[in-house]
Every structure is written in C-alpha cells, then in structure tokens.
C-alpha cells in the first residue's frame, strides 16, 4: 500500500491522482462566482492581489484577466510550476506556506478560496495563517475566505461512493471526529494499492468570527453561496466571509 508522508496536503495535492479525481471540478461556475465577488466588491484596477492556497492558478488567471494585479501562492511546489506558464508582467506565482508572511503591508485584498483553509492538526495554526493575512494586508485591506458551509456539509456527508475516472475506482469514505472531516481515498493503479486521506477542520461560522476578531479583522459581510445569497446555516452550502482589517 504506499502512502506518501508528511502533512496530507503537501503529498497529496502534488500527486497526478489528486488531479484526476477533482478533474471535472466546475471551473464555469467558481468563475461566475468570482465575477460576482469583484463585481461587489468593486475594486479599482490598480489593486495588488494575493491569492493565498492557489492550487494551479486558474483563479488567479481569472481575476488577473479582470484587470488586477494577482499574486498566486501554493504550498504544492508541483501546482506553483504548473500556474508558471501563465505569469506575466502583472500577474506572478510563489511556493509558500500560509502560515507564515509572504510580503508585509502589500496586498489590498488577500482571497482564500474554495475551502483552502483548516488544514491544519492544531486550531492555533489558523489563528498563524489569519495573522499572517493581516500582516500582508495594507491598512483597511480585505480578506475574503471562501469555505464549505460546516453545519450544511455535516448534515450532508456522503459516508460512502466510488468515482471512476481515467480507468481508476477511486473508493472514498468521508467521517467526522467532532473536529476534522475525512476524506479517505482508496485505489488501486497498475497492480499498486493506494491510500490518502483529506482532512480538514469543520470551521463554523461563529468560530470564523471569533478567529477573525482575535486577529484584528471586522466583518463586513457573509453570504452563503456563490450567487452571493444571504448565509443561512441550515440551507447555505457555502461560507463566505468578507472582512476588512482594523
């Protein structure tokens, strides 16, 4: 059975397999929804954005083409070097964990998005990330998280399925301790068996605004999907948080 070591998202977002599972990904709509997010918040075209946890770039490359300057940053050296083909004079990819600061008092608006948060064991490390993001925000800059709505998504985790893409049944089971949701991903490719696992932290919405108080931030508001409709904890299958620093 392999399984790569270390943290389970420096090994598995550098994998081939990580891409092939989450190939059919619908990028139309995470575009309609960043269209909608620039369009609220109504951004003037000389602003330095940071897209923090960028994966391949394809978001960056949006909001780069909307006319803004982009910064990619990824953890994933393997997804940095893919996004490198795209860089141009106002638009630019990084290896470089959340954790720490990248470039102090730079950014006017630092995006997280689609559910790139949490990843870590100890809670306090997202108090370290949202720090960091205060750190490289100018003053009154914008931090907008985009993260699975946790009450929605508990009440609607699929224990069990299989997803067959480019010849490989990708058997996964999904869990939750109370704190992580699990992601389990089995799979056997040219005789070999394979095991990783996701995990990530089930923030709700009153911890993310206790962790964003603690760390210098004021919401300006939630929204609970990609339309950018009112946040209800019941129906929302998004989280979606827009807040400025003190």
């Not at 393997?78 to 600061?101: G, Q, Y």
């Not at 095991?195 to 108080?213: D, N, P, R, Y």
Request: proline share 1%; glycine share 6%; net charge negative.
């Amino acid at each position: 059975m392999d399984e790569l070591k270390g943290e389970w998202f420096e090994t598995w977002f550098d994998t081939s397999y990580y891409h092939i599972l989450y190939q059919n990904r619908d990028f139309t709509e995470a575009e309609r929804f960043i269209n909608n997010l620039l369009g609220y918040l109504d951004l003037p075209k000389n602003v330095n954005c940071l897209d923090l946890a960028c994966g391949k770039g394809r978001h960056s490359v949006f909001i780069n083409k909307k006319g803004f300057q982009v910064t990619g940053v990824d953890l994933s050296s393997n997804s940095i070097k893919e996004a490198k083909p795209f860089e141009n004079e106002t638009l630019s990819f990084d290896t470089h964990d959340m954790r720490e600061v990248y470039k102090e008092n730079t950014f006017d608006v630092v995006f997280n998005l689609f559910t790139s948060f949490g990843y870590f064991d100890d809670y306090d490390d997202n108090l370290k990330v949202l720090n960091s993001v205060n750190k490289m925000l100018v003053s009154e800059g914008l931090v907008v998280i985009d993260f699975m709505n946790a009450d929605y998504t508990l009440d609607h985790l699929v224990e069990k399925e299989v997803k067959t893409l480019d010849g490989i049944d990708f058997n996964i089971t999904k869990s939750y301790d109370g704190k992580h949701i699990f992601k389990n991903i089995d799979f056997t490719d040219q005789g070999k068996e394979f095991h990783f696992q996701e995990k990530v932290q089930a923030i709700k919405k009153e911890e993310f605004e206790t962790l964003l108080e603690k760390t210098g931030f004021e919401i300006q508001n939630i929204y609970g999907d990609f339309s950018l409709a009112p946040f209800n904890k019941k129906e929302s299958d998004r989280l979606i948080i827009i807040a400025k620093k003190k």
